[in-house]
């Protein structure tokens, strides 16, 4: 058999074999299901109006955009975020239910609330994406004779009874913000507990209480008119949207750094190919001018991390809290 006809036999052979195989591998995408095909429903264990519910709007409207179908928001609030969570840690794996996680239910009650969880969020939670990181303002009535944060600490020490902050529930980045400033100020402030951050706000704003902190979307609009006189940011440098206002760091209160961090998270069993779309999908709607824009306006610092980037972050932010919530010997009550 003469070496031409060998080489155009194999020739022939191995087109077959590739075009066997290239339609073998069409035929095998064609059969992988179109995700999402359906509505995706995102649940956000806030109130609405609160700033993780507004982000999770604005990111939702542009997802169902991206992808053509409904993106249904839903509030379940509770138990200081915890029903919302657990709501997700229990639903199907499917890619068509995800958590807009708050820090609270996935860094700080495991250890707050320790021996009473209903979920586990390492085994029962996969995170997708850190979205945003917001953090508080720390605000005084215009009663109150403080301009920045040495002259409250200062106050604090002199008379304890005189400084008192309102917390819209245990774990939240304003509980959390007082008590580490109790810690490393070495002061006594009182905390005023509400049943909402709403009524915190509204008593805050009317002087009910000396010290208002809360996220940066929520007190901008009271800081311009005045209503409020801001002395410090708790994040680790100065946001764009408030410029003239110092960080706390900078008022020589070291690694004072405390944000109400955003992101995805989905249930646990949820597929890799899903999860890494989701993420994906998040940057990029994220990156958008838009959406950027509208969010970097709210004094909140846009990311859309990888899945990896997340879980190592909120590994990190567990340990933070619950070494301050021990020394501060922070309760659930």
Do not use: C
């Not at 306006?297 to 991390?305: H, N, P, Y």
């Amino acid at each position: 058999m003469k070496l031409p006809f060998l080489l155009t036999r194999l020739f022939k052979t191995t087109s077959a074999a590739l075009v066997a195989t290239s339609l073998m591998f069409s035929v095998a995408a064609e059969a992988q299901p179109k995700w999402p095909d359906k509505t995706v429903k995102l649940i956000v264990p806030a109130p609405p109006g609160s700033a993780p519910d507004t982000q999770v709007r604005l990111i939702g409207q542009k997802l169902s955009e991206r992808w053509g179908q409904p993106v249904v928001i839903e509030n379940v609030v509770g138990a200081a975020g915890n029903i919302g969570t657990d709501r997700v840690a229990k639903a199907a794996p499917d890619g068509y239910t995800f958590l807009y996680n708050t820090i609270g239910p996935t860094a700080v009650n495991p250890t707050l609330m320790a021996g009473k969880m209903p979920y586990d969020v390492e085994k029962d939670l996969i995170p997708v994406s850190l979205a945003t990181k917001t953090p508080n303002f720390i605000t005084v009535h215009p009663s109150v004779p403080v301009n920045n944060m040495q002259e409250l600490i200062a106050l604090a020490k002199k008379d304890p009874s005189k400084v008192r902050y309102g917390t819209p529930g245990p774990g939240t980045t304003q509980h959390l913000t007082g008590e580490l400033l109790n810690l490393v100020a070495g002061i006594k402030m009182t905390s005023i507990p509400y049943k909402s951050s709403a009524q915190m706000t509204t008593d805050g704003l009317g002087g009910q209480f000396e010290v208002l902190i809360h996220n940066t979307p929520v007190l901008l609009p009271y800081i311009r008119s005045n209503a409020i006189r801001v002395i410090g940011i708790t994040s680790d440098a100065r946001s764009p949207a408030q410029p003239e206002v110092p960080t706390v760091i900078e008022q020589g209160i070291k690694d004072f750094e405390i944000t109400a961090w955003f992101g995805f998270m989905a249930p646990a069993g949820t597929p890799k190919p899903i999860v890494d779309q989701l993420s994906k999908d998040v940057a990029a709607v994220l990156a958008t001018p838009d959406v950027n824009k509208r969010i970097s306006e709210m004094a909140t610092e846009v990311i859309g991390s990888t899945p990896e980037f997340y879980a190592a972050f909120v590994k990190s932010e567990t340990a933070k809290w619950k070494e301050v919530i021990i020394k501060a010997k922070m309760t659930p009550d």
